[in-house]
DNA sequence: AGGAAAAGGTATGAACTCAGACCAAAAACG
DNA sequence: CGTTTTTGGTCTGAGTTCATACCTTTTCCT
């Protein structure tokens, strides 16, 4: 009476639910937003009443995480009116590298995200490109642009080009777009410090940005999306041969 | 000192936490693949210490959200060996429509959602088109196709839809792919339920299917890629008509 | 018939999370 | 200079979730 269903299906589709720890998740969320220098160093976080509702959380929860990110020492935190918690993190070398050698786990998790990357992050730009954007819209894709092209030391950049990507995602206006960019993104950081950085990719890296910052202010989906996968490919055809 | 970041980014980044009540996102996820035709009517469930497994829940947890599947009258449940948890929602009316009409945080969801698919699918669907894929797995593809083609009645056809779109998803072996997917279907599934079918949509939607399955059988990524495109600007015109 | 195995059903104590109220410090404001 | 306001720090009781046992029912196998 009782028949089961073809296999592959639910196999692929019931994932874990995750969320246990909600301060692990808080703890998460905040350290890879400052990381990726989505508060760069000398920023102040949102109040914590503030940050709490905005991670639907208890305050309590919040505060345990915030605890945490100032043990780890991302962040440094004053009491009182104009007080706060302040980015103290230098973008470069900490946390993350502990876990030294990757496991395969770890390492399918990588490669996916390439996979995933590749998908999402040209669909962004496509549809980025194809929204009317409002001139200061455009000027921030311009500014992030210009940080990332202006930024000196390698951290630095590193920092600069999350923030431009997710820049670009946020052009989209679209929460299921940036969510996915900001994840993609935070895997592929982590993946980036564990490489060396060369020169040279560097400067093929910001052309692209440059023809990507273009085709998007000239509304041309198809070459924005064009541009971006090449630029998916190009890092992930170099960070497979490194890490993979 | 402490300055504050541009404000675009830190607005778009931070999402709230998802996951208190771990047993809802359980009864979310059984819910959606149940309704989504990933257990059709008459299969059985996996045993509750699988699933908990699964989900990375303990079964107490587990158990919660079966109860409210049993009481939502999706699935009945039988004891002793060979016994289990067996579908026996009738894939066409229930639930959901509970919320009559649609708030405007709703439809703002499900305007994202279109979004997000309309890069998601077609992305699954060029991936999947360009991995070097086993003859069983065609099959699986071949069969899905087939099952939406031969569906009778509308309900079973709109699940059969869901099992066909989750096929191709599952085709690309990136969890993160299908999970992308996963989501955006039941949102989709969700809308499609709210509006009436019409037998031209259907018929012109097969046609759609059928090429797409070529260009993956083929293995043109392009040209699967802008099948599957053209695939969801209908439905969501279609939608956004219907709904927005 | 009689066990072994597989499935759901039950119970318990520890840990986590929540909401809300209240305290303390420090800057801003009049 | 003192009051107000903003911000982090603390406490508490109720509700969830977890891990880990153990029990009961039913079927399959020898």
Same mark, same amino acid.
């Given at each position: 009476?009782?028949?089961?269903?073809?296999?592959?299906?639910?196999?692929a589709?019931?994932?874990?639910?995750?969320?246990?720890?909600?301060?692990?998740?808080c703890?998460? $969320?905040? =350290?890879?937003?400052?990381?990726?220098?989505?508060?760069?160093?000398?920023t102040?976080?949102?109040?914590?009443?503030?940050?709490?509702?905005?991670? $639907?959380v208890?305050?309590?929860?919040?505060?345990?995480?915030?605890?945490?990110?100032? $043990?780890?020492?991302?962040?440094?935190?004053?009491?009182?009116?104009?007080?706060?918690?302040?980015?103290?993190?230098?973008?470069?070398?900490?946390?993350?590298r =502990?876990?030294?050698?990757?496991?395969?786990?770890?390492?399918?998790?990588?490669?996916?995200?390439?996979?995933?990357?590749?998908?999402?992050e040209?669909?962004?730009?496509?549809?980025?490109?194809?929204?009317d954007?409002?001139?200061?819209r455009?000027?921030?894709?311009?500014?992030?642009?210009?940080?990332?092209?202006?930024a000196?030391?390698?951290?630095e950049?590193?920092?600069?080009?999350?923030?431009f990507?997710?820049?670009?995602?946020?052009?989209?206006?679209?929460?299921?777009t940036?969510?996915?960019v900001?994840?993609?993104?935070?895997?592929?950081?982590?993946?980036?410090?564990a490489?060396?950085?060369?020169?040279?990719?560097?400067?093929?890296?910001?052309?692209?940005?440059?023809?990507?910052?273009?085709?998007?202010?000239?509304?041309?989906?198809?070459?924005?999306?064009?541009?971006m996968?090449?630029?998916?490919?190009?890092?992930?055809?170099l960070?497979?041969?490194?890490?993979?």
């Open positions: 009476m009782s028949t089961t269903p073809a296999p592959h299906l639910p196999e589709v019931l994932r874990p639910v995750r969320g246990h720890h909600a301060f692990e998740s703890v998460e $969320q905040l =350290a890879t937003a400052i990381r990726l220098g989505v508060y760069p160093r000398g102040t976080l949102p109040a914590e009443r503030e940050l709490a509702e905005r991670l $639907q208890s305050r309590a929860t919040l505060r345990e995480a915030m605890a945490a990110l100032r $043990q780890a020492g991302l962040v440094e935190t004053t009491r009182g009116r104009g007080g706060g918690t302040v980015v103290t993190l230098k973008p470069g070398l900490p946390a993350a =502990a876990a030294a050698r990757t496991s395969t786990a770890r390492r399918q998790s990588w490669l996916d995200s390439l996979d995933f990357r590749r998908i999402v040209p669909g962004a730009a496509a549809l980025a490109a194809s929204r954007l409002a001139p200061d455009l000027a921030q894709l311009e500014e992030a642009h210009a940080e990332v092209a202006s000196s030391k390698p951290a950049h590193r920092q600069a080009d999350s923030r990507h997710l820049t670009v995602a946020a052009l989209t206006d679209s929460p299921r940036v969510e996915a900001t994840s993609v993104q935070a895997t592929l950081h982590e993946m980036l410090l490489i060396p950085v060369l020169g040279t990719n560097i400067a093929h890296s910001d052309r692209q940005h440059a023809r990507l910052v273009r085709a998007i202010v000239a509304g041309k989906p198809d070459l924005a999306r064009r541009v996968e090449e630029h998916c490919d190009d890092t992930a055809a960070l497979r041969g490194l890490v993979g």
